[in-house]
């Protein structure tokens, strides 16, 4: 590297250090994890990353982070092969542009905890291979301080004994690279913040160990009946500060940090009102809580119940609801 490029970086940490100073505050961009059952599928047919002009709209909006989910498979064709070129270049797009607004980015394979179908510690998809694709994403990655490695999204079959070992792995690979970015660590049994404790996450992850010491907690939580984000409808105006409770009161004892994200809420009266008191509580615990990103925009998102795509008061109640928390 040369004196400007470690100028540039210098400028870069420093100017990614003023936005983490306060609490990260984002949606997740969804589009590029769409139609898994067609691998690779077509560009802008079957799926689309999001667009530089995007990533300007939602930082000139107030958004300071951008969760950018995508499917393994897209990224690495193929276990322990290269990153494939035309899918990274669209994330290339998606970093630069963001750097470009002081935006960080999540980098978020939104597969479940599995590839191509096969659970990740399994004979097919072993820990290596996932530690090969950390390898490279972190290797290409390391030099950009608005990068965020998101290990994956919602594991779910996985123990969480066996999930632990897994994020282990993964952390100490992308650290062997040099990348020393922030890593959002996510619990199995789909994360859920509701289920922290009694899932076995908050004894299994209890000894993640980061030399860094620059990670966090990705936990998702949902106001429905089954905390699933399936429903439009929300069990009560408060569920969403109950069911994230016993979770913060766990980080707090045990010196953790936490990153919601992913929750959503539809237009329902009941719901908006449990989006903002979620919100409120999140901003109030932003000594554990480090930020969040909503669930979710997209411009394929359609009618999608949750969608904030508009990004307009007078169209998106959600959004009306979400503004005043951002920065």
């Known amino acids: 590297m040369n004196l400007r490029s470690m100028w540039l970086v210098c400028?870069?940490?420093?100017?990614?250090?003023?936005?983490?100073?306060?609490?990260?505050?984002?949606?997740?961009?969804?589009?590029?994890?769409?139609?898994?059952?067609?691998?690779?599928?077509?560009?802008?047919?079957?799926?689309?990353?999001?667009?530089?002009?995007?990533?300007?709209?939602?930082?000139?909006?107030?958004?300071?982070?951008?969760?950018?989910?995508?499917?393994?498979?897209?990224?690495?064709?193929?276990?322990?092969?290269?990153?494939?070129?035309?899918?990274?270049?669209?994330?290339?797009t998606v970093i630069d542009a963001a750097q470009k607004n002081n935006v960080r980015i999540v980098i978020d394979p939104h597969n479940y905890g599995s590839y191509k179908g096969n659970l990740i510690g399994s004979d097919l998809v072993t820990i290596d291979h996932f530690q090969d694709f950390w390898r490279r994403v972190a290797d290409r990655y390391k030099n950009y301080p608005n990068v965020i490695f998101g290990l994956m999204n919602e594991p779910h079959k996985q123990s969480p004994d066996e999930w632990a070992k897994v994020a282990q792995a993964a952390i100490d690979t992308i650290r062997a690279t040099g990348a020393n970015q922030l890593i959002l660590v996510p619990g199995t049994r789909w994360t859920g913040a509701h289920s922290w404790i009694s899932s076995g996450n908050a004894d299994a992850m209890r000894n993640i160990q980061d030399p860094q010491y620059n990670y966090a907690f990705d936990m998702h939580q949902y106001f429905d009946s089954d905390s699933s984000g399936t429903h439009a409808s929300c069990v009560s105006e408060s569920i969403g500060v109950k069911r994230l409770e016993a979770a913060t009161a766990w980080l707090n004892a045990n010196g953790q940090k936490a990153f919601l994200g992913e929750f959503g809420a539809s237009i329902d009266p009941t719901c908006l009102s449990t989006l903002d008191n979620t919100l409120n509580f999140l901003k109030e615990n932003q000594n554990v809580w480090i930020g969040w990103t909503y669930w979710a925009s997209g411009a394929w998102f359609s009618q999608y119940m949750f969608n904030i795509n508009s990004l307009d008061e007078s169209s998106s109640k959600q959004f009306q609801v979400i503004k005043p928390y951002l920065n």
Not at 20 to 47: C, H, T, W
């Open 11 to 92: 400028l870069l940490t420093i100017s990614m250090s003023v936005i983490s100073a306060e609490q990260m505050v984002g949606v997740n961009l969804a589009g590029a994890e769409f139609n898994n059952k067609r691998i690779p599928g077509r560009y802008a047919f079957d799926y689309i990353w999001p667009t530089a002009d995007e990533i300007s709209r939602y930082s000139s909006a107030g958004f300071t982070v951008i969760r950018v989910p995508f499917l393994w498979e897209r990224l690495q064709p193929e276990l322990n092969g290269p990153l494939q070129s035309s899918e990274v270049k669209y994330l290339d």
